[in-house]
């Protein structure tokens, strides 16, 4: 005998999958129905809409995604980034891809007091501390830099790739990640 979920894993499901199809604007109401449950769920776990979105984002983390990814290239630093552009051009290319959720929430939600705003740039700061510890293992010169050098390659694929799928801007990306992995500190 299975156990049916709760009403808060429901409401997180639901929204997970309705949010990345239609966007933070998707209708509580779509959320509730879907979750099957009452919207008194909705303000009893999460105070309305705007605290589950911000707890769709915390849990919605790629950042292990990518560290699943690095992990499964192995120890070299460098392949360990290339395999993120390699999972990001698979990732992109699949027809259910909506591109990056995180930066369609930050976009969309213009009230510079929304929780969800926090969560998008903790986000994007562990993303950043990532990979920053990979160009060091590397020995790239600006480790802090060559992280965001690689952040803009990849939120530029995820953007690109959702106004044309077909071009797999994936693999521009990683020529272009290749150069920044080729810097070598000249200590």
Same mark, same amino acid.
């Given at each position: 005998?299975?156990?049916?979920?709760?009403?808060?894993?429901?409401?997180?499901? !639901?929204?997970?999958?309705?949010?990345?199809?239609?966007?933070?604007? @998707? +209708?509580?109401?779509? #959320?509730?129905? *879907?979750? =099957?449950?009452?919207?008194?769920?909705?303000?009893?776990?999460f105070g309305g809409k705007d605290g589950l979105i911000a707890e769709v984002l915390r849990t919605a983390s790629s950042e292990d995604r990518y560290?699943?990814?690095?992990?499964?290239?192995? *120890?070299d630093p460098r392949q360990r980034v290339l395999a993120v552009f390699d999972e990001l051009d698979r #990732?992109?290319?699949?027809?259910?891809?909506? %591109?990056? &959720?995180?930066?369609?929430? *930050?976009?969309?939600?213009?009230?510079?007091?929304?929780?969800?705003?926090?969560? @998008?740039?903790?986000?994007?700061?562990?993303?950043?501390?990532?990979? !920053?510890?990979?160009?060091?293992?590397? %020995?790239?010169?600006?480790?802090?830099? +060559?992280? =965001?050098?690689?952040?803009?390659?990849?939120? +530029?694929?995820?953007?690109?790739?959702?106004? &044309?799928?077909?071009?797999?801007?994936?693999?521009?990306?990683?020529?272009?990640?290749?150069? #920044?992995? +080729?810097?070598?500190?000249?200590?």
């Amino acid at each position: 005998m299975t156990t049916r979920p709760g009403p808060r894993e429901r409401l997180l499901a !639901a929204a997970h999958d309705l949010m990345y199809a239609q966007g933070v604007h @998707v +209708g509580v109401d779509a #959320i509730l129905k *879907e979750a =099957d449950v009452a919207r008194r769920s909705l303000y009893q776990h999460f105070g309305g809409k705007d605290g589950l979105i911000a707890e769709v984002l915390r849990t919605a983390s790629s950042e292990d995604r990518y560290r699943r990814t690095m992990d499964a290239a192995g *120890e070299d630093p460098r392949q360990r980034v290339l395999a993120v552009f390699d999972e990001l051009d698979r #990732i992109t290319t699949q027809p259910s891809f909506r %591109g990056c &959720r995180h930066t369609s929430a *930050e976009l969309a939600l213009t009230d510079p007091t929304h929780p969800a705003h926090d969560e @998008v740039r903790a986000y994007k700061s562990g993303l950043h501390d990532l990979f !920053a510890a990979e160009l060091t293992r590397n %020995g790239h010169p600006d480790p802090n830099l +060559g992280a =965001d050098q690689l952040l803009v390659l990849i939120d +530029g694929v995820l953007a690109h790739a959702v106004t &044309r799928p077909d071009a797999r801007p994936a693999l521009a990306a990683r020529a272009m990640a290749e150069v #920044i992995l +080729g810097q070598k500190s000249r200590l």
